[in-house]
């Protein structure tokens, strides 16, 4: 077993403070009410009318969707997949599809709802998303800062649910999950969950003072996982709802941090991913093994998520089995994020680096711009079988 490091800065406020100059946990922390804000906004979806008659008269009889697509990319778009993740257990709820791509599924026409998330409006995938829900038929909804997106669906009369955040898209998740969660239900896609999210708030509060800065490592979970994670890479799992928790915690990871990270989803890595457990050593010394744990698994998800957790002490991965179930789904989407938020932002904090800050990321968008703007770019090369 490898011998964590002491707390050092974690329990330094003063050198917390210089290391994170733009008050990043602040933001992150912040998600109790940033979640209330979500929830009122999207309170004030209406059923949409048909993309290719937007300026005809008011609808009659509230239209249900078939099928829903949530377009987005990045902090954006992590909300779809936590959406889905619930969706998918709930009775009565209307399929969701995750899409992370331009364009749309072929499959997208009149009997679908498209959520297109965007906090800066101007994410160049979801608006070619969006522009193709639009050519395809499909009713739409815009979740949107003032730029593009909500621009193009103001313009053929779909509603824009405006967003006003001030800081990193992945420390919006009041917009981009709870505001779509809470437009779902309203739209008829999804049961009502109003009395559920009121308890998910109020926990959230209390577990939020209890990963804050203030708070010692001796009594801060998230403290305690980044002082373990130090000098590893992170591999999350998730099971069921908890699924698309564990990939916002590999991309938190991955912006806050600046880490390498993994995710696996159960129960479908007890069919490969396991079997890489023992070789090659030097990977095995290097991982660390997040198993998401809650109460509100199913019965035979949960065991299996336990038994994998038993195979990697056999195997001698270090691991560790983070329980984040409390009160509901709902709740435990809500806490699992911010858990692994916190997490991320103390195992930057560790590491030297800037949580709020993403060099690699703005280098690459901005190339990405230039080679929108003069297709005379070489081509890579291709590497063909």
């Not at 990939?247 to 890489?276: L, Y």
């Not at 030097?282 to 809650?294: F, G, K, N, P, T």
Request: some cysteine; aromatic content about 4%.
């Amino acid at each position: 077993m490898r011998t964590v490091r002491k707390p050092g800065i974690l329990d330094e406020p003063r050198a917390i403070a210089a290391a994170d100059p733009s008050g990043m946990a602040a933001r992150l922390l912040d998600l109790p009410r940033q979640a209330r804000i979500g929830w009122e906004l999207g309170g004030r979806a209406v059923s949409p009318r048909a993309a290719a008659a937007p300026h005809r008269g008011a609808p009659g009889a509230p239209w249900r969707p078939q099928t829903v697509v949530i377009a987005g990319m990045g902090g954006s778009g992590i909300g779809a997949a936590l959406i889905k993740g619930i969706a998918d257990r709930t009775p009565g709820a209307t399929p969701v599809t995750v899409w992370r791509d331009y364009g749309m599924p072929s499959c997208v026409g009149p009997s679908t709802l498209v959520i297109a998330v965007s906090v800066s409006g101007s994410t160049v995938e979801t608006v070619s998303a969006f522009r193709a829900a639009v050519r395809q038929g499909a009713r739409c909804l815009a979740i949107s800062g003032p730029r593009e997106l909500a621009q193009e669906a103001e313009a053929i009369g779909a509603q824009v649910l405006g967003v006003d955040h001030k800081g990193e898209p992945r420390a919006a998740l009041g917009h981009t999950f709870v505001a779509p969660l809470r437009s779902l239900q309203r739209l008829g896609a999804m049961p009502d969950s109003g009395a559920d999210f009121a308890a998910a708030a109020h926990d959230l509060e209390g577990l939020a003072a209890s990963l804050s800065p203030e708070v010692p490592s001796d009594r801060n979970l998230a403290k305690q996982i980044a002082l373990a994670l130090d000098g590893r890479v992170p591999v999350t799992y998730g099971a069921g709802h908890l699924a698309g928790v564990a990939s916002r915690w590999k991309t938190q990871f991955n912006e806050n941090a600046d880490s390498w990270a993994v995710v696996e989803e159960m129960p479908e890595a007890d069919h490969n991913a396991v079997e890489g457990y023992a070789l090659p050593e030097a990977m095995r010394e290097m991982a660390m093994v997040l198993l998401l744990d809650s109460t509100n698994l199913y019965g035979e998800l949960r065991t299996r998520l336990h038994m994998t957790g038993d195979l990697l002490r056999e195997e001698r991965v270090e691991h560790r089995l983070v329980e984040v179930g409390r009160i509901g789904m709902l709740a435990d989407v809500l806490r699992g994020c911010l858990l692994g938020d916190l997490v991320s932002y103390y195992l930057a904090l560790i590491r030297g680096r800037d949580p709020s800050t993403t060099p690699v990321l703005t280098r690459l968008k901005a190339r990405g711009q230039r080679s929108a703007d003069d297709h005379s770019q070489p081509a890579a090369r291709v590497l063909r079988a």
